[in-house]
């Protein structure tokens, strides 16, 4: 028997607006598929320099074309089921220790390793991006991340021929998130992507915001984002990421495959059997603005689905 858990995300039609869209241009595929690595050079840390700030160069290439969203907006309404279903969760999710932090990389790669958050952050090649973020349920922000390409991470321990997916799990830590006590939920949050994906150069591990830290709340002290998906696929505060042969289960696709699927990315023609996407509330000013096909990033990744027209791609 499908037991139906109502979600944070489960908008009343009244908020939605009618489909008006604007689709992105024609979209070309700029972004290489092998595993590159932005051409941004690593920067020096301490951890004093961290505790302090996370400031790195912007790079020019990604303009959000819309205001960057406050930085109280962003690090106050968020979706954290670990730790309770409403968007208040902040003050909360301070409980997370964010030190010591590991994460393990393993499964079908060459070299599997366990990286300590401060290596990281003095190895691989830091850099600000300025993405938006469009949430499934309808509302969008953008956050200048601190951070680097996934792709770089995964050359440091070379993921072998076979693997063709990649699996994120997210912390789970009883003593600090109060929302694992619902057991029906299957946790651990579990996310996960194609190698094609993660090697695309837009997918960003992040490990800070507004030139600082990331705070738990927004997934810290490392989550994933790719901006071209539904916001539920960035797994947040990640413990390990393992390298497939098999596509994993995702956590919304086990409670709801018909509404929350593998793929999710943007299209604001495909309706989510319970309200429309043709347009979003921008964080902040409430403002209704037409969503972007890919989230407006298809020049960067419409190439990655050629041939898979087959698949659900959209939702
Ligand atoms: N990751 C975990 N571990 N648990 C969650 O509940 N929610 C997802 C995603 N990552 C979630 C998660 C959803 S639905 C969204 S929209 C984004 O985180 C929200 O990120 P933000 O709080 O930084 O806006």
Same mark, same amino acid.
């Given at each position: 028997m499908l037991i139906r858990i109502p979600r944070g995300w489960e908008i009343p039609e009244r908020d939605?607006?009618?489909e008006s869209l604007v689709f992105g241009r024609r979209a070309t595929l700029k972004a290489a598929a092998g595993l590159g690595v932005a051409g941004i050079a690593p920067l020096a840390w301490s951890s004093p320099a961290v505790a302090q700030g996370l400031a790195a160069p912007r790079d020019a290439r990604f303009q959000p074309g819309r205001e960057i969203t406050a930085e109280k907006d962003a690090t106050t309404y968020n979706n954290y089921y670990e730790f309770g279903t409403?968007?208040?969760?902040?003050?909360? %999710?301070?409980?997370?220790?964010?030190?010591?932090?590991?994460v393990k990389l393993d499964g079908l790669?060459?070299? $599997?390793?366990?990286? &300590?958050?401060?290596d990281l952050l003095k190895t691989m090649p830091l850099e600000e991006r300025v993405y938006r973020l469009r949430c499934v349920e309808a509302w969008?922000?953008?956050?200048p991340w601190t951070g680097f390409p996934l792709a770089a991470l995964l050359k440091a321990v070379g993921p072998k021929p076979e693997a063709r997916y990649v699996r994120f799990?997210? &912390?789970?830590?009883?003593? %600090?998130?109060?929302?694992?006590?619902?057991?029906?939920?299957?946790?651990?949050?579990?996310? %996960?992507?194609?190698?094609?994906e993660a090697a695309n150069d837009l997918s960003f591990m992040v490990v800070g915001a507004y030139g600082?830290?990331?705070? $738990?709340?927004?997934?810290?002290?490392?989550?994933?984002?790719?901006?071209?998906?539904?916001?539920?696929?960035?797994?947040?505060?990640?413990?390990k990421?393992?390298?497939?042969?098999?596509?994993?289960?995702?956590f919304w696709e086990s409670i709801q495959a018909s509404e929350y699927g593998f793929w999710a990315n943007v299209n604001p023609e495909v309706s989510h059997p319970r309200w429309s996407q043709a347009s979003e509330r921008v964080l902040g000013s409430g403002e209704r603005i037409p969503t972007q096909l890919f989230n407006g990033y298809g020049e960067f990744v419409s190439g990655l689905y050629t041939g898979l027209q087959k698949e659900r791609l959209w939702a």
């Open positions: 939605a607006t009618p409403d968007k208040g969760i902040h003050h909360a %999710a301070q409980k997370l220790p964010l030190s010591p932090w590991t790669v060459d070299t $599997p390793r366990e990286f &300590a958050l401060e969008s922000m953008v956050v799990e997210t &912390a789970a830590v009883p003593s %600090a998130m109060p929302g694992l006590r619902q057991s029906w939920y299957p946790w651990p949050y579990i996310e %996960a992507c194609t190698v094609e600082k830290p990331l705070p $738990p709340q927004n997934g810290g002290p490392i989550r994933i984002h790719q901006p071209w998906k539904y916001g539920f696929k960035a797994g947040k505060s990640l413990v990421i393992s390298l497939v042969a098999q596509r994993p289960k995702t």
